[in-house]
């Protein structure tokens, strides 16, 4: 069974950093991309970034390259979304998904990760 | 950057015909997927490349493109099937994939 474990809620203050993993299993985790999906309170789905943990190839949305660092270890199945500096604005909940053929769609969604950003 | 467009809402009896339309440019040489999110829930896809359904949705649920638009249909729809409904493409790179907006279905 395919499965993406995401790690718990985080509360941090703005300035902090933050690195939020995604977990792999029932599946070839080298032989498929992971995605990050933003969705603001109320708001909807946005694209932050694909990578491709065989080759660590990596593609972010315009919005969010330079924002946000999307990394993995292939060695453990895990996926990671990490934050220099954090911002009230970075207040979301944060998926991670597997990515599938040659356009990378989702197929597989983690349960969400709840970041909340305030003073 | 790129867009794909939906209309923010729609509203249908049980039991009508639920048309939900997703406009692009680039959907005449890119595929059109959907996914459905319900209140607290991660997203899960109902229709991938344009019209093909995954294992486990119902028949009710389809998928069509034509030129620049995609449109999902949900026939006889159920009041289980309130949820907000999203599409998803990417660019003409194929480099980045995009979400529209999204469609909040109502059944009632």
């Known amino acids: 069974e395919v499965q993406l474990v995401q790690s718990g809620a985080e509360v941090k203050k703005p300035g902090e950093s933050l690195k939020i993993s995604c977990k792999g299993s029932g599946y070839s985790f080298t032989s498929y991309w992971i995605g990050w999906v933003r969705q603001m309170p109320g708001k909807g789905l946005e694209w932050m970034g694909i990578i491709y943990p065989g080759d660590s190839d990596t593609r972010y949305s315009p919005s969010f390259q330079g924002q946000v660092t999307i990394s993995a270890d292939k060695s453990i199945s895990t996926a990671y979304l990490q934050w220099s500096s954090l911002k009230a604005s970075d207040t979301a909940m944060y998926y991670c998904?597997?990515?599938?053929?040659?356009?990378?769609?989702?197929?597989?969604w983690g349960q969400g990760t709840l970041v909340t950003v305030s003073s | 950057s790129y867009e794909l467009t939906q209309p923010p809402s729609v509203s249908v009896s049980p039991g009508q015909t639920a048309r939900i339309t997703c406009s692009g440019d680039?959907?005449?040489?890119?595929?059109a997927y959907w996914y459905q999110q319900k209140s607290g829930q991660a997203p899960v896809l109902v229709i991938y490349?344009?019209?093909k359904r995954p294992s486990g949705i119902p028949e009710r649920f389809s998928g069509s493109s034509s030129g620049t638009m995609a449109t999902l249909t949900i026939s006889g729809a159920q009041v289980e099937d309130e949820a907000d409904y999203y599409c998803y493409s990417t660019d003409s790179s194929g480099n980045h994939g995009v979400f529209g907006g999204g469609t909040k279905l109502t059944v009632l």
């Open positions: 680039a959907l005449p040489k890119k595929y």
């Open positions: 998904a597997r990515g599938i053929g040659q356009l990378v769609y989702f197929d597989y």
């Open positions: 490349e344009d019209s």
